[in-house]
């Protein structure tokens, strides 16, 4: 249980700080808190899992006839979701939100990678030379 909830506060630090950077980097991404930030970053969190799912599902031809590009139109779109639905988190057009999107995807993914594996910690492989015998 504290594994998770430990995972779970790793990725929400990993995408408030990826909406803080995006801030820094766009111009038109502004946070009038901390709170709104984690806020933010909260409700992104959930909106990319339950919404972003259902959306891809129900824009599926869209997407296959665009090749994959409208995917980049759909985090944009739940960016200005979250920003609509926080007061103090503001993203001044479309156009900001799509690159911004791009962005806290790219940066969270590299923020990611540098995280240990969780799976690789709890189960660890034996010395060189043993079995594992069960």
């Known amino acids: ?3 998770n909830l430990t995972g779970f506060l790793i990725q929400l630090g990993i995408t408030a700080l990826s909406l803080w950077v995006a801030s820094l980097v766009f111009n038109g991404i502004r ?3 901390t709170s709104s930030l984690i806020v933010s970053a909260l409700l992104l969190g959930f909106a990319n899992a339950v919404l972003w799912p259902l959306l ?3 824009t ?3 997407t296959l006839l665009t090749l994959g590009f409208f995917l980049l139109v759909i985090n944009a779109l739940l960016l200005l979701l979250v920003a609509k639905l926080v007061g103090g988190f503001t993203v001044s057009g479309f156009w900001t939100a799509l ?3 791009l962005f806290v995807s790219v940066f969270s993914l590299f923020l990611n990678s540098l995280m240990p ?3 690789m ?3 660890r492989l034996p010395p060189a030379g043993r ?3 069960m």
């Open 99 to 101: 690159f911004a999107s």
């Open 56 to 58: 891809v599902l129900l």
């Open 121 to 123: 910690a709890v189960y």
């Open 131 to 133: 079995t594992i015998s």
């Open 1 to 3: 249980m504290l594994a």
């Open 60 to 62: 599926l031809p869209l």
């Open 31 to 33: 946070f009038a808190s």
């Open 117 to 119: 594996d969780a799976e």
